[in-house]
């Protein structure tokens, strides 16, 4: 089953304690990104990458780093949390061979940082 | 720049009655265009989408038309059910080298019996 798969599903935290979002697909699409959804705001993308080893800022990328070390993992991390970064994450994929392609999305993260 | 408005909710309706979900953009170049429907607890899902202008996506009985002129992209319903209560989100792509999806900021749809 064609699927993206986000751990954990929730998680509380302190401010300032590092922490890791993981995401992995499983249908060796090229296109992954990460965003966040918050109330009256959408979703707004943290980063992007075109494909492994190459990543880039979305709207929102202050507070996060990304890495793309193998195609289907692409986690989000949290250096030093703040509770601004209180939120429901959503990891998404899609091919990068047709632009306007449909984007599968994991079921997300939310994340509250105390 | 790219963006997405989309009517505010939340919006509550009846069983059968008629949906309208008003969505309008701002893009550079020949955006495609998306709605996208969240479940409670789950993520997004593609519910349909159009590419170029006078198009017409459709599915599950929703549908909605890419208005260049108007730049527009309305999602309707003739009769909803309470399984179409959810989150729905229009959303652009601006296919300008990468995948990135632009989001308006949601409309909550709820249906009574």
């Known amino acids: 089953e064609a699927q993206v798969t986000q751990n954990p599903r929730y998680l509380i935290t302190v401010t300032g304690k590092k922490l890791t979002v993981t995401c992995s697909q499983n249908?060796?699409?090229?296109?992954m990104s990460w965003y966040r959804q918050d109330p009256g705001l959408g979703l707004r993308q943290i980063y992007y990458?075109?494909?492994?080893?190459?990543?880039d800022k979305g709207d929102v990328p202050e507070g996060y780093k990304v890495s793309r070390k193998e195609k289907r993992n692409f986690p989000l991390i949290l250096e030093s949390p703040s509770p601004n970064q209180t939120s429901l994450y959503f990891c998404?994929?899609?091919?990068?061979?047709?632009?306007?392609?449909?984007?599968?999305f994991g079921q997300g993260t939310r994340l509250t940082v105390v | 720049g790219n963006s997405v408005t989309q009517m505010e909710g939340p919006v509550t309706l009846s069983e059968e009655a008629f949906l309208t979900i008003n969505c309008t953009y701002t893009?550079?170049?020949?955006?495609?265009l998306f709605w996208y429907v969240q479940y409670p607890g789950e993520g997004l899902q593609l519910l349909l989408k159009?590419?170029?202008?006078?198009d017409k996506g459709s599915n599950k009985g929703f549908e909605a038309t890419y208005r260049k002129e108007t730049t527009s992209f309305h999602l309707e319903k003739g009769s909803v059910q309470v399984s179409d209560s959810a989150v729905y989100f229009c959303?652009?792509?601006?296919?300008?080298?990468?995948?990135?999806?632009?989001f308006g900021t949601g409309t909550r749809l709820t249906v009574i019996p």
């Open positions: 990458s075109m494909n492994v080893e190459v990543t």
């Open positions: 159009a590419t170029k202008a006078d």
């Open positions: 959303a652009l792509s601006d296919g300008a080298g990468a995948n990135n999806l632009f």
């Open positions: 893009a550079t170049g020949y955006p495609s």
């Open positions: 249908m060796n699409h090229e296109y």
């Open positions: 998404a994929s899609s091919s990068h061979r047709d632009l306007n392609t449909e984007a599968f």
